[in-house]
């Protein structure tokens, strides 16, 4: 699933890559379209939503890796 902007700039998008899992690769961008966040992410059952799995890396406003956080599967 992506999200786009009125202006056609990404939002986020969301693309399925274990279905028994139901894991994604997930990325949100900024307002200029430059990379927010990319990682990976889950559905829980438990939780009615998705939560962030493994390492997720995030970036500057100009799209340059910043720092990454690390989630528990």
């Known amino acids: 699933m992506d999200l786009y902007s009125p202006e056609g700039l990404p939002i ?9 899992r139901v894991i994604f690769d997930q990325k949100e961008f900024q307002p200029n379209g430059q990379l927010r966040s990319s990682g990976r992410s889950q559905y829980d059952p438990g939780l009615h939503d998705s939560r962030r799995i493994g390492t997720w890396t995030y970036y500057t ?8 956080e690390h989630y528990i599967e």
């Open 12 to 20: 986020s998008t969301l693309h399925i890559v274990d279905k028994k």
């Open 61 to 68: 406003t100009d799209g340059t890796p910043a720092y990454e």
